[in-house]
Structures are given as structure tokens and as C-alpha cells.
């Protein structure tokens, strides 16, 4: 039997999963389909600790430590600091998921900016590239990363349309794009993955959210990062290898990552 394509899966939230034996399951169903490697994203400061505690358990699995711009009024200094620490941590591969989400507004716009912009600037001081979630906010997300200028990054879960992927494509950042392309009403997406060269694309589940075509319904899992790809490859009219061989590339230059 032909060998699989391999792929990393560049976002998940593994400590979304519970207990550490429920996190083997989904890490060994991800090896099985080919997925050599998983970046374990955190929203919180709690769940940064989880992440960096789960990659020192697994193969494989990498962490990203930050906050999510929900949690953004609960930051203070002292998070910054604890952050700092984590960031140290040699299976740390990114600030993330940090950015601006106005489609909620569980923060206060001003509370989200402010602490956007110090996690940049953590990322620069560390060297690290930055993950960004971007909802609603493309303008002010824009205007912050252009002020703070991180060393380098990625658009994660990427839901704008071209002539955004044109703008975040010229910040040399990547965009990564998840299990809503498999949707009937991918609309825009459809049209970003065509766009985008495969030399900035990046593929993730966000798991445990939005589940590929056809198992939507059930809790996401890393394994299923494989979908993201042959639903890519399919509407750029390559083979899936093409999309291993180029998101594995990417995954090594933006997180350093061999």
C-alpha cells in the first residue's frame, strides 16, 4: 500500500479533549492518518500551561501559549510575565492564539488592543512567530501587527476574502485554512485557497470546532486536517503530495521546525 501524505496539523486545542489518556487517543488516530505533528494552541493563561505540559508528553505535539482576545480583560502584568516564562520552554513554537474578535466582544475592543499588541511584542522579544485570530477586526488586526511588527506569522482559520489574503500575503505572513473550505457555502474560502500559493498556505483543524465535510456533527480531532488538504488539492487541480510537500515546507520556516 502506497505510504500517506503527511501533514501537520497547525492548529488544535488538545486540552479541549480532557484527560491525558483521551489526548493518546487523538494524538495516535492522528498518526495513523499520517498526521506527523500537532501544534497545541492555547487561549488562556491556564491552558497555556496545558499546552506546554501536553507537548513534553507527546511526540509530536508542539505548543503555542497566549490569550485569546475573550480572556483579554482577565491579562495583567504578572500574565505577561507567566507567558514569558511558558514562551522559554523548547517545545514553544508561538505566541497564539492572540488577536482581535469583535464578533463578541467579550472583552472590550480597547482591553483586546492593548493586549494584542503586548503579546506582539512578547513574540518579537522572543523571536517567536505569532498566531492570529481575526474576526470582524481586520482593519484595527491590520493596524496593530503593522505598530508591533512581529518577526513573522499566520492568519489562522483564515475567513476573509481575496483582496485580504492579497494584504496579509504582502505583511509576508501565512494563512491557514480549516474544515469550513469543505462547506457547501465555503463562499469566499473556495476562493482564497485557490489564490493563496501554496508556498504561505498553512492546514489546521481548530479542533474540537468546526468538524470537515463529511463528519460534521461529531467533535473535530487533529486526524482529520487530512479533509482541509484534499478538499485544497482538489480546488487547486494538484495532487495531495504537492500540498504535503509545500505545507510541510511552511511549517518548518514559520516554526522552526524540522
Known amino acids: 500500500m502506497a505510504k500517506k501524505s503527511s501533514f501537520t496539523d497547525t492548529h488544535a486545542h488538545l486540552d479541549f479533549f480532557g484527560s491525558d489518556k483521551a489526548v493518546e487517543g487523538v494524538v495516535e488516530r492522528a498518526k495513523e492518518n499520517g498526521i506527523t505533528r500537532i501544534i497545541t494552541v492555547a487561549d488562556k493563561l491556564e491552558s497555556s500551561y496545558r499546552a506546554v505540559e501536553l507537548a513534553e508528553k507527546f511526540d509530536g505535539v508542539y505548543a ?16 505577561i510575565k507567566e507567558l514569558k516564562k511558558l514562551a522559554e520552554h523548547p517545545k514553544v513554537v508561538a505566541i497564539g492564539e492572540i488577536g482581535l ?10 482591553t483586546q488592543q492593548k493586549v494584542f499588541g503586548q503579546q506582539l511584542d512578547l513574540a518579537a522579544a522572543l523571536g517567536l512567530p505569532v498566531i492570529i485570530h481575526d474576526r470582524d ?19 489562522h482559520c483564515f475567513s476573509g476574502d481575496v483582496s485580504f489574503a492579497q494584504t496579509v500575503l504582502a505583511m509576508n ?5 480549516a474544515g469550513p473550505v469543505t462547506f457547501k457555502n465555503a463562499g469566499n474560502l473556495v476562493d482564497v485557497a485557490k489564490f493563496v500559493p501554496l508556498t504561505k498556505l ?12 463529511p463528519y460534521r456533527g461529531r467533535k ?20 495531495i503530495t504537492a500540498v504535503s510537500a509545500s505545507t ?8 522552526s521546525l524540522q
Do not use: C, W
Request: neutral net charge; without cysteine.
Open 101 to 110: 474578535d469583535y464578533h463578541k466582544n467579550h472583552s472590550p475592543k480597547a
Open 202 to 213: 498553512l492546514v489546521e483543524t481548530d479542533s474540537p470546532y468546526l468538524t470537515p465535510q
Open 220 to 239: 473535530n480531532e487533529p486526524a482529520n486536517v487530512r479533509l482541509v488538504a484534499e478538499k485544497i488539492a482538489e480546488i487547486k487541480g494538484v495532487g
Open 137 to 155: 477586526a481586520n482593519e484595527d488586526v491590520l493596524k496593530i501587527v503593522t505598530q508591533h511588527r512581529p518577526k513573522k506569522g499566520v492568519f
Open 64 to 79: 503555542a501559549v497566549g490569550v485569546h482576545p475573550h480572556e483579554a480583560k482577565m491579562v495583567n502584568s504578572g500574565t
Open 173 to 177: 505572513f501565512y494563512i491557514s485554512i
Open 248 to 255: 510541510q515546507e511552511n511549517v518548518s520556516l514559520l516554526f
